[in-house]
């Protein structure tokens, strides 16, 4: 196995723990998964397992339409069409988180709009759409090359896609970059609804939001800094 692979799978790994550990996989089901650096038609993802138990041998390699390319009996995620269809239709995302982050559902049922409220929500300042066109005979999961692909398209060139009364899409551009995303939404949210019991909170603007993240978040420090203290926060745990 090549240095490139085995570094991507190790930090595959690491992401699961690290979004089990802040309470973003926080249960038995939610997936993480990243484009292959050396050949973007494919992408590793763990196989049906609970996040906090993925190890390194449980890391799959998948095509573009969802098919397992790892030998092995083991059982593939059901929603593995989200990856492969997101990462078919936008060659810019490189990682990809489904989740069920309890302080994001209410926002995926009401008509109350997400909006960055400070710099953990910046990220998303150009909105996050709702799906809500489900194959019904599928349980309200995402399990079919059809809806795989309405996904897709809805949730197009942004960071985030709600589904209504599921969870939660969260890209990135690196899988590093979608961790952060990942954690500082649902930090956002749980500010914005605690913000909403007292009255009307005043968002970011749009230029507020795109300039923090354009300044913060992508730079190269910042997401090193964050994800070496999520790191050290998973090892300590397991000591």
């Known amino acids: 196995m090549g240095e490139i692979k085995e570094s991507i799978i190790k930090e595959l790994v690491m992401a699961n723990k690290i979004l089990y550990n802040e309470n973003i996989l926080f249960e038995a089901f939610g997936h993480i998964s990243v484009r292959n650096p050396e ?3 494919e992408f590793y ?18 095509n573009l ?9 083991k059982k593939s995620y059901a929603e593995r069409v989200i990856h492969s269809e997101i990462y078919k239709n936008n060659p810019e995302v490189n990682s990809i988180c489904h989740n069920h982050a309890q302080a994001l559902i209410p926002f995926t049922v009401l008509d109350i709009p997400y909006k960055p409220l400070s710099h953990y929500g910046a990220m ?30 809805t949730i197009a060139n ?11 899409i969260v890209t990135g551009e690196s899988l590093r970059k979608c961790v952060m995303n990942s954690i500082f939404m649902v930090i956002d949210a749980e ?7 007292f009255g ?3 968002y970011l603007s749009y230029e507020e939001a795109r300039t923090c993240d354009k300044k913060t978040w992508n730079m190269e420090l910042a997401q090193e800094r964050a994800w070496n203290f999520w790191c050290e926060r998973v090892r300590s745990l397991s000591k």
Not at 158 to 168: P, T, Y
């Open 200 to 202: 009307q909170p005043k």
């Open 124 to 153: 998303f300042y150009d909105g996050v759409p709702v799906y809500d066109d489900y194959d019904v005979s599928d349980g309200m999961l995402i399990r079919n090359q059809d809806e795989g692909e309405r996904v897709a398209r």
């Open 39 to 41: 050949n973007p038609n």
């Open 65 to 73: 339409e969802g098919q397992c390319l790892t030998e092995s009996d």
């Open 158 to 168: 942004k960071r985030a896609l709600f589904l209504r009364g599921h969870g939660v």
């Open 45 to 62: 993802l763990s196989r049906s397992l609970a996040p906090m138990s993925v190890e390194y041998d449980d890391i799959f390699t998948y």
């Open 191 to 197: 500010n914005q609804l605690k913000s909403l019991s």
